[in-house]
T-cell receptor, first 115, second 113 residues
């Protein structure tokens, strides 16, 4: 059973437009959520995170929204740039319920930003 | 440049052979992890270590072993490789053990024939 789901394997957007990547989770004990970005032939890199006590966290062009009642989070990239083309992984952890070894990743969404 | 170094970058291995993937970090992070990435399955935790001298099993530990003799090194060993262990392996570390903010190496691509 998948605890963290990224239902869209791929997403294509035009440069300058908004990219919205979605993630759903099933475990109500998750209280910390992260997004990682991965370029081909490189390791994933941490992008942005949000604690369950917040519903929004913003860092430059990247904003993560958390809807706890729907068990849903999304990553918004505005404006999208060709360099944002990568695979994005959503991840969730149990925070005080467990350490980083309890981190659960989604399967990833491949974002392509077209010039 | 500080970070995580993995070796080898790529390896082709005959089934039944023993293989050790090396991982070294110079950030003095206490926690280290090994993940495998497979198409359509995302990242899955194999083993982890919250501090030198301790290790734990992740989601997919079978066929793998790890050791953590010191803070910097966290090798992953396949005692007798099988084709289903063909994957890209990522080593990671974290400063804290309760946030999920990991630093990843660039990966080791392993093909078992």
């Amino acid at each position: 059973d998948q605890q963290v789901k990224q239902n869209s394997p791929s997403l294509s957007v035009q440069e300058g437009r908004i990219s919205i990547l979605n993630c759903d989770y099933t475990n109500s004990m998750f209280d910390y959520f992260l997004w990682y970005k991965k370029y081909p032939a490189e390791g994933p890199t941490f992008l942005i995170s949000i604690s369950s006590i917040k519903d929004k966290n913003e860092d430059g062009r990247f904003t993560v929204f958390l809807n706890k009642s729907a068990k849903h989070l999304s990553l918004h990239i505005v404006p999208s740039q060709p360099g944002d083309s990568a695979v994005y992984f959503c991840a969730a952890s149990g925070g005080t319920q467990g350490g980083s070894e309890k981190l659960v990743f989604g399967k990833g969404t491949k974002l392509t930003v077209n010039p | 440049i500080a970070g995580i170094t993995q070796a080898p970058t790529s390896q082709i291995l005959a089934a039944g052979r023993r293989m050790t993937l090396r991982c070294t970090q110079d950030m003095r992070h206490n926690a280290m992890y090994w993940y495998r990435q497979d198409l359509g399955l995302g990242l899955r935790l194999i083993h982890y270590s919250n501090t030198a001298g301790t290790t734990g099993k992740g989601e997919v530990p079978d066929g793998y072993s790890v050791s953590r003799a010191n803070t910097d090194d966290f090798p992953l060993t396949l005692a007798s490789a099988v084709p289903s262990q063909t994957s890209v392996y990522f080593c990671a570390s974290s400063r804290e053990t309760n946030t999920g903010e990991l630093f990843f190496g660039e990966g080791s691509r392993l093909t078992v024939l």
